[in-house]
């Protein structure tokens, strides 16, 4: 028997608790709105590094149905953990699923690597899954694993630890009643650009966190001053905020859609090459990390501190634009 769910490839791709959920979701217009909901801000730790301004998916995404199943209870009730896997697939439920990935050969790594991967099919006959994670330079892509590479990595994560707990099983659901406010889009645009507290939208609070275009800009400016020292830096700092430009893209678009963004204005396009310009800069911080050659850092950091000048007068002068269309309203 086989049985693949279908996904799409995700726009954020940063970090696997993301790229897992949206790779289910975006596929829907109400997965679509949820992210345009939760994924406009970015915030930084002190102490930690830059990532995006919501709380921990699955378990705040209101179009999912999910469950929580820890290792020992998955081999209480099932002899072998490929029989859970597939079991959850025939109910249409996707996997997020913590394994040692050093087991599996596409990720190529020697030592010990505790990890979720995404999983949303199977294959009996050629005893298969269909997952996603990072493999060739971190890329994240969707391939196939032999069911005995599925067992050794299960069974090797014991003794192991991650920073979540549990297997995540979780699936579509519709909400009628889910609808997304564009006010609020616009107020956490607003929010990025201004580098304003946006913890009241979600009533939480954490004085160790600081927010927006200012905080992001400076925390990647110090990434940057540690490559080129030879300090352990933050490598997806970069990406992450790659990434969020996706996110600000589809939300730009939607707000010309929805008629808060005069179409002529061409704002979709006038990001888009902003957007083009931030990926050429984060080839060449890759290409400065790969060949060890730090000689176009100094380059980098200051093409870098234009670019995020560049993207606040952009942004500032669409939000204007935003708030005189709601006013015309």
């Given at each position: ?111 010990p690597r505790p990890h979720p991967v995404f999983i949303y099919g ?208």
């Open positions: 028997m086989k049985k693949v769910l279908e996904v799409v490839y995700p726009p954020i791709t940063s970090y696997m608790t993301h790229a897992s959920i949206l790779s289910v979701v975006m596929k829907e217009e109400q997965g679509i709105n949820w992210l345009l909901g939760n994924y406009l801000q970015l915030s930084v730790v002190d102490v930690g590094g830059i990532d995006f301004f919501a709380l921990e998916p699955p378990l705040n995404c209101p179009v999912l149905h999910y469950q929580i199943m820890d290792h020992e209870l998955v081999d209480h009730v099932f002899q072998d953990p490929v029989q859970f896997v597939i079991h959850a697939i025939d109910q249409d439920y996707y996997l997020f699923v913590l394994l040692d990935t050093s087991r599996i050969k596409a990720v190529n790594a020697s030592w199977y294959c009996e006959e050629s005893e298969t899954f269909h997952i996603g994670e990072f493999f060739n330079g971190n890329r994240f892509e969707f391939l196939k694993i032999s069911f005995e590479e599925f067992r050794s990595s299960w069974t090797s994560y014991y003794g192991h630890d991650y920073w979540f707990k549990g297997n995540r099983l979780f699936k579509y659901a519709h909400k009628e009643d889910y609808i997304l406010d564009y006010e609020r889009v616009i107020t956490f645009i607003d929010d990025y650009v201004n580098s304003q507290n946006t913890m009241l939208g979600f009533h939480n609070f954490n004085r160790h966190l600081s927010f927006g275009l200012d905080a992001v800009a400076a925390r990647l400016k110090l990434e940057l001053a540690r490559l080129g020292s030879g300090e352990r830096f933050d490598w997806v700092a970069f990406p992450i905020i790659c990434d969020h430009k996706e996110v600000m893209q589809l939300a730009i678009q939607q707000l010309e859609k929805k008629g808060y963004l005069d179409k002529n204005a061409s704002y979709s396009e006038g990001f888009r090459h902003l957007k083009q310009e931030l990926l050429i800069l984060k080839n060449l911080y890759l290409k400065i990390i790969f060949s060890e050659q730090p000689g176009q850092l100094q380059l980098l950091q200051l093409k870098v501190s234009r670019w995020f000048e560049q993207e606040k007068e952009f942004l500032m002068k669409m939000i204007e634009h935003c708030r005189a269309k709601t006013i015309e309203c």
